[in-house]
Structures are given as C-alpha cells and as structure tokens.
C-alpha cells in the first residue's frame, strides 16, 4: 500500500510523519506533498531521506491520501484524487457536512468508514476528543443536553498559530507591544472567546462545529449541544469543561469504571492528590485525559467533567492515521 501526505511541512503533516513512523499501518511507500515552495525539502523518516514535492494537480498515484494542506486545497483537489482511486482521510471541514462523508472518530464509528471508498473526514479537533470521553456515557447512559466549554491551544490555527504565542510572548515580556495577524488578538497573558467566524445565531463557527459534529459522529441529531470555544495561550493541547444531562442517571464512580474500559481514554481523576486533566500531562500523549467527574448540580443524576487531549495528536494526526489502521486490520 503506498500512503501520501498533502501539506507535510505543516504541524498535522509533522505529527502525521510521527505517528506513520511508529504505526501498525503495512505500507511499502510515503510519499510527502506540500506548496510549491517546500518542494525538494528533505524530511527524515524510519531512516531514509524522503523529499517534499509540489503538490499536483490532479491525481496522486497513492492509495491512501492524508490531507491536510487545508479545506480550499482539498475542496479543489480531492475530487481528482478519489477519481484517481484513492482513498482521502481529510483533516479539514470541506466534506465533513456531506451526507455521503463519514465523519470518523474510530473508537466510537469506525464501523462508518468501513467499506467506503472515496473521502473519509477527520473531525474537528475539539469535537474528537470531546466524544472520545462522551461516547460510552452517550450509550450506556444517554445524553439529552451538552454543554461545553473549551480551552484551545494555539496549534489549532496551525504552526503559525504556535509561533506567533512564542514570539509575542518574548516580545510582551521585552516591553514590545504584539500586534495580532493569526488570531484576533495579542493572545500572550490573555484569554479570547472568538475561534473561527461568528455566525448569524451569535455562536462561532468553532462551537457549531462541536454541535453539528458530535451528532454525526455519535447519529443522534436530538442531542442538544451548546459550547463555548475559547483560545488560551498554551502550545498543543485544548482541554474542554463538559456538563451532561442524562437520560438515564450515572454515579460518578459508574462512570469513572466505564471510562477506565475505554479506548483512547486515561482517566485522571483524583482531586487529593491534585491529579486531573492538564495540557502539562496530555500533551504528546495518545490517549485523552478524563477527570474532574462529579455529580452535576445542574442537572439530576448528570454528570460533569474535564478532559484534554493533543489537538495535534487525538485532534488530527493521531485520528487521521487510526482510521487507516481500522479499516487495514
Ligand atoms: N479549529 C480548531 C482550532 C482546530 O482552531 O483550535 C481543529 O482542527
């Protein structure tokens, strides 16, 4: 099987190159593409020299493409890779809203992209991992309402978005005064309630995603979702605050000893020996952190948590390439 990456230079692309370099996924060959001006780059992998080329065109000679050079790159060029025959993982929300797009987190739907051919799409980073820890409880439990708050590191809006907390940071911190170009403001030393555009009803396209996701990913489009999406100047991990009413009530050790069985979670729960959910500890890290689970006083017998996750692992990477590993096992 001979895998591609569209937009290897990139912070997905280099997490991409890192996960393949350490998956189960049996492939004979990696093929790396990029803009025009990172062609001839040179990246290493399991001990070979690999070199970038410009991404083409039309079709790419691969059978499995691992897009993640943004949605206009692939809303142009994925037709003309699946006419090719492959299959497209894409990590961005061009087609996650097609009915015929199975939007897959492998834990929780894999079933959904098996058999398919065409586009598979990589959920958004926040909702990934959010219903890593929400599924099990969506079904022993059922979930009737999802209220969540999000804390979203600055490789959300890519390396530049990482870059750009690292250099104004230097430059607040020398007296300079940081004018913002990635985000919509200086976002050292501050908190901003505004990811992705704003929207007719008041909410940003970040925290609609979260709603219109979840339901695809878990098929239940009657479960009412509200969120709250908020950059934090941390590098790679967004941690979210998540209330749930159920539909069925759950203890908090109930659910605690369902999310201990569960792949792709770690619970870290225990508050006396200050151990919960922090992108300290799940930064680099596959699986998602759980905790801070507790009966909620908002709803009878709900329940409220805290998780985080890798945006660039669970968030993207890491997912992308699980969903190759489902459908080859
Ligand atoms: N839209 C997310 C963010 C990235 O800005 O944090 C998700 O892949």
Redesign the pocket.
């Known amino acids: 099987m001979k895998v591609a990456i569209v937009g290897a230079t990139g912070a997905?692309g280099h997490e991409l190159m890192k996960v393949l370099e350490n998956s189960t996924l049996d492939f004979s060959e990696l093929q790396l593409y990029a803009s025009p001006r990172s062609a001839g780059l040179k990246l290493p992998f399991r001990g070979q020299e690999l070199t970038v080329q410009a991404t083409p065109e039309g079709a790419i000679d691969a059978d499995v493409i691992l897009a993640s050079a943004g949605g206009s790159i692939s809303k142009a060029l994925a037709p003309a890779w699946v006419a090719g025959g492959a299959l497209v993982i894409d990590?961005s929300?061009a087609f996650r809203y097609d009915a015929d797009v199975p939007l897959v987190v492998p834990e929780v739907n894999g079933q959904a992209a098996l058999g398919h051919k065409g586009i598979i799409a990589?959920?958004?980073?926040?909702?990934?991992i959010a219903v890593v820890a929400v599924a099990p409880l969506h079904r022993k439990y059922g979930v009737k309402r999802m209220i969540v708050s999000?804390y979203?590191?600055?490789?959300?809006?890519?390396q530049k978005?990482m870059e750009e907390l690292l250099e104004q940071t230097h430059m607040q911190l020398h007296g300079k005064e940081a004018t913002a170009s990635v985000f919509a403001h200086p976002i050292p030393f501050n908190v901003i309630p505004h990811?992705?555009a704003f929207q007719d009803n008041g909410y940003t396209k970040?925290e609609m995603?979260v709603a219109w996701e979840t339901r695809k990913i878990l098929g239940d489009e009657n479960l009412i979702i509200s969120c709250t999406?908020v950059?934090i100047p941390t590098l790679r991990t967004?941690s979210e605050a998540i209330t749930l009413e159920l539909e069925r009530p759950a203890t908090p050790d109930e659910a605690r000893e369902l999310l201990r069985h569960t792949a792709g979670v770690e619970v870290r729960d225990d508050p006396e020996a200050k151990l919960y959910p922090m992108p300290l500890t799940a930064s680099g890290k596959y699986d998602v952190e759980v905790g801070r689970i507790r009966a909620s006083l908002a709803f009878e017998g709900g329940l409220e948590l805290f998780v985080a996750g890798d945006?660039l692992l669970k968030?993207?990477a890491l997912n992308a390439v699980q969903i190759a590993e489902y459908l080859q096992a």
């Open positions: 997905v990590n929300s990589n959920p958004n980073c926040t909702t990934a999000t979203q590191a600055t490789s959300g809006a890519g978005g990811i992705d970040e995603k999406a950059r967004h945006q968030g993207a």
